[in-house]
C-alpha cells in the first residue's frame, strides 16, 4: 500500500481532511473586564422584574 505524504497529523484519518492545512493554534489575549458580570447583573434585574410583574 503506498500512500502520499501527509503533512497534517494522523488523528486526520478521513481524505477530506487530510488535505485541509493543519490547524492554526493562537494563544488569545487575556481580557479582564467585567463584561459577564454585567451581563449576569442585566439578566437577574430582568428577571426578577418579570417575575415581581407577574405576581403583583
Known amino acids: 500500500m503506498e500512500r502520499r505524504l501527509v503533512l497534517t497529523h494522523e488523528a486526520a484519518r478521513h481524505p477530506f481532511r487530510r488535505t485541509l492545512p493543519p490547524p492554526v493554534v493562537e494563544a488569545l489575549p487575556v481580557q479582564r473586564d467585567d463584561q459577564d458580570w454585567k451581563l449576569f447583573a442585566l ?14
Open 43 to 56: 439578566s437577574f434585574v430582568a428577571f426578577f422584574i418579570c417575575f415581581y410583574t407577574l405576581i403583583a
